[in-house]
T-cell receptor, first 114, second 110 residues
């Protein structure tokens, strides 16, 4: 049972570089989301998707892009990395979080931007 | 002001003690209330959820919701070293945007 798979686990970028964080789930969940976790801030929603072809912004979307071409995959793109984007990123999926269904989280990507 | 406020601790208790964790919230539209547990360098996992005021028990864990006071709690009885983790409260209205608390780091000393 793979669940939610995130790659890479660690990444170091230089300011201005771009990269894509990968997320895949094998539970046929329609809902997928990206969070960042910073000390003292908890988990903050970046972007989410309620199905293939449908995405929307969360609380902190600036500097990030997403797309959802398949049910399984939901990559997060950093367009031009900034030190403020140093964080731990989590991908999560669910059947229906709006109905209280639980989120399944990946193991996270630790990103450092120098 | 953040929608969900949670004391980040840290909280250190001896084994066997009762752990009490709390969150307050400001959005009266929140309908579902959850507690997630996160071990170091791992993703959060759902521990408990409820959608109504009152208490819900699951083994050593009790979740309590008071919608009139906009206050939720998690109690851990007979705490064990394996309960050492960060506990995050989470809430959702009837859409997809969950709001998380900052998380409280708990250490249970053997």
């Amino acid at each position: 049972n793979a669940g939610v798979t995130q790659t890479p686990k660690f990444q170091v970028l230089k300011t201005g570089q771009s990269m894509t964080l990968q997320c895949a789930q094998d539970m046929n969940h329609e809902y997928m989301s990206w969070y960042r976790q910073d000390p003292g801030m908890g988990l903050r929603l970046i972007h989410y998707s309620v199905g293939a072809g449908i995405t929307d912004q969360g609380e902190v979307p600036n500097g990030y892009n997403v797309s959802r071409s398949t049910t399984e995959d939901f990559p997060l793109r950093l367009l031009s990395a900034a030190p403020s984007q140093t964080s731990v990123y989590f991908c999560a999926s669910s059947y229906s979080p709006g109905a209280g269904e639980k989120l399944f989280f990946g193991s996270g990507t630790q990103l450092s931007v120098l | 002001q953040k929608e969900v406020e949670q004391d980040p601790g840290p909280l250190s208790v001896p084994e066997g003690a009762i752990v009490s964790l709390n969150c307050t919230y400001s959005n009266s539209a929140f309908q579902y209330f959850m507690w997630y547990r996160q071990y170091s360098r791992k993703g959060p996992e759902l521990l408990m959820y409820t959608y109504s005021s009152g208490n819900k028990e699951d083994g050593r864990f009790t979740a309590q919701v008071d919608k009139s006071s906009k206050y939720i709690s998690l109690f851990i009885r007979d705490s064990q070293p394996s309960d050492s983790a960060t506990y995050l409260c989470a809430m959702v209205p009837n859409d997809y945007k969950l709001s998380f608390g900052a998380g409280t780091t708990v250490t249970v000393r053997a």
